[in-house]
């Protein structure tokens, strides 16, 4: 299959070498929109598009997507609610793949965390703290977001960002962001209870987790029909 990728960047550059090593995968072309290139400008099939770029493509995206009636990985973070309805219009027409995290890792953590939060919810205080590199632009993470709405799925708690101020603990949920160095992600979620702590804990040692993840959800649309998908489906085969 022909996979473009939007977005030029660090993923895009870490996901171009991870196509060229897959057998029965080529790249169609990189496209970067900061440069005024456009999807519609690569010639040939397309087989699926891969989006790890800025939510500002999100458009161009969709229109190209659509037109040619060919799936999107989507892997940017940072969406608006608006994008986000955007993307589940999308998914009508074609199939689309949308995920804060490409990792097994955290595809596990998350339903780990389903499991376990509503047996220690009562009596454990929870906590969360995503670590990245310097360059990234949005905060809290994509995925820092994800898992607090597994931690969070009833709407019980508060969610506190970047605590600060003299008020006592409330049924909250506190969210942290570090910035720094070249931390490709670590997300940490912590429950703390009466002298015990449980913690799960990710940590991406590389960028190749997530174009790995990303190419095994290019290779899942060619047999999905339109719908929105997540790396669930694409991994456990939820769908
Ligand atoms: N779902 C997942 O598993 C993962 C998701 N991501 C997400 O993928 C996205 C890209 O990550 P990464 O490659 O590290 O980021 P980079 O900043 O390295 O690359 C982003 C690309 O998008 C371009 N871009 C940035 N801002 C704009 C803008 N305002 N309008 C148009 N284009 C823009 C950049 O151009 P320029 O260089 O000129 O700024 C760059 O080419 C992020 O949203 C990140 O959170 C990342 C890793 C894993
Ligand atoms: O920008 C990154 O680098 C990452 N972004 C994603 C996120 O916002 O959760 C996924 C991963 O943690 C790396």
Known sequence: MNVAILGA????????????????????????????????????????VIDFSN???????????????????IATTGFTLEQQQMIVDMAQQVPVVFAANFSLGITVMKRVLEEITPILEDTFDIEVIEKHHNKKL??????????????????????????EGNRKRGKEIGIHAVRGGTIAGEHDVIFAG?????????????????????VKAAAFTQTAGPGLYNMEDVLFGDK
Request: proline share 4%; charged share 25%.
């Open 9 to 48: 960047g660090a993923m895009g550059k870490v996901l171009s070498g991870t196509i060229e090593e897959q057998q029965d995968m080529s790249l169609a072309g990189i496209i970067e929109p900061r440069n005024g290139e456009k999807l519609h400008d690569i010639e040939g099939q397309v087989d699926a």
């Open 55 to 73: 939510p500002n493509n999100l458009e161009m995206l969709m229109d190209y997507c659509i037109a040619k009636s060919c799936p999107a990985v």
């Open 138 to 163: 949005d905060s809290p993470s994509g995925t820092a977001k994800m898992l607090v709405g597994a931690l969070n799925g009833q709407g019980t708690y508060e969610e506190v960002h970047g605590r």
């Open 194 to 214: 009466d002298d015990e702590i449980l913690e799960i804990k990710h940590t991406a040692g590389s960028k190749k987790i997530f174009a790995a993840g990303a």
